[in-house]
């Protein structure tokens, strides 16, 4: 009788024996997958179901709470009047479906061109501080990622005190245009450091053979960068930019100092208006708006599903 190993199992046809050899460790972590895979879908229900609620009641005839979303009954009246401008079945109409649709328009203009700013800056510092080297480079760096550790709330007063010196700068017809851009460039900087770190990873993950062999076939340094190194970094200029469009869609803070205080609206002032006063809200529209706030966050993030799954494993080809 032959000694068996672990890990080795004998096979083969009739009047053939060969070794095949097994990995010991594939079943552990198979298991292990399984059961972090379960943690993290139970953990995720209770967030989905949160969710789902707030859809529904955007079509039922009362907030829904659970057990009742049998029991209601669904239309889409609610819909109906908050493009209408009714807040409530009984109120008179407050606004417009075109003002609904400026609304609309400010908050992706906001998210849009924090978007803009980020991408761009970051994955062009990312680039330097990956491959060159200077004096200072890592005092700036060990800088750049303590800017990151202060909150946005901590930071506006100086933020607006700028703000109300540059105001008095801007001529009178400007003021909307530069209210935007203020906006844009401040909540952008508080994204920008630890995009320029994220950055600076993809970039580090990619072998300085691919660029020299590339210049030494006579292309630029810029256009390396351009057609070989940035394709290479897709996955991670996706997730930058649904962090920073997701930072600029959901902001409040600073739309609300900068913009709203000018008469500025955008869909988080807009629903703060809305369940301002939770006694007498109608809270089926407000989940109404709640809903119409997800979608095209949901949206974004299903059309760059793929580079963001390739960002979290690691999707760059050396």
């Known amino acids: ?6 890990g080795i199992r004998r096979g083969g046809g009739a009047g053939e024996e060969r070794l095949v050899f097994s990995d010991v460790e594939t079943v552990p972590r198979r298991r292990l997958t399984l059961v972090l895979g379960l943690a993290v879908g139970l953990a995720t229900v209770p967030l989905v179901m949160l969710y789902l609620l707030l859809v529904l009641s955007s079509f039922a005839d009362r907030m829904l709470s659970g ?7 669904y239309s889409l009246e609610n819909w109906r009047l908050l493009f209408e401008g009714r807040l409530e079945p009984a109120a008179g109409q407050l606004y417009t479906a075109r003002d609904l649709a400026v609304i ?16 761009l800056t970051s994955v062009m510092a990312g680039y330097a501080f990956s491959r060159m080297r200077f004096r200072g480079r890592r005092r700036l760096m ?19 005190a700028i703000y ?15 209210r935007f851009l203020y906006t844009i460039l401040a909540r952008a900087a508080l994204e920008i450091p630890m995009s320029i770190w994220l950055m ?5 993950r990619i072998p300085w053979e691919v660029e020299w062999s590339a210049m030494i076939d006579g292309a630029s340094r810029l256009r390396v960068w351009w057609q070989i190194v940035l394709p290479q970094v897709k996955p991670g200029i996706a997730a930058l930019a649904i962090f920073a469009f997701l930072a600029g869609w959901e ?9 709203y205080t000018g008469g500025i609206k955008t869909l988080a002032t807009f629903i703060e208006e809305v369940v301002g006063n939770i006694e007498t809200a109608y809270l089926p529209i407000a989940a109404a708006a709640g809903t119409l706030y997800l979608l095209p966050t ?3 993030f299903v059309a760059t599903q793929k580079l963001l799954l390739q960002a979290m494993g690691g999707g760059v080809k050396g």
């Open 1 to 6: 009788m032959g000694l068996r190993l672990p």
């Open 251 to 259: 902001d409040l803070i600073y739309v609300h100092v900068f913009l």
């Open 164 to 178: 109300v010196w540059s105001l008095g700068l801007v001529p009178r017809e400007a003021v909307t245009g530069y």
């Open 67 to 73: 057990p009742d979303i049998f029991s209601a009954r």
């Open 104 to 119: 609309v328009l400010n908050t992706l203009l906001v998210a849009a061109g924090v978007t803009v700013i980020v991408v």
């Open 200 to 204: 600076k990873g993809f970039f580090d």
């Open 298 to 300: 949901i949206v974004f």
């Open 142 to 160: 060990e800088f750049i990622i303590l800017l990151h550790a202060f909150p946005g709330v901590a930071l506006i007063i100086a933020v607006y």
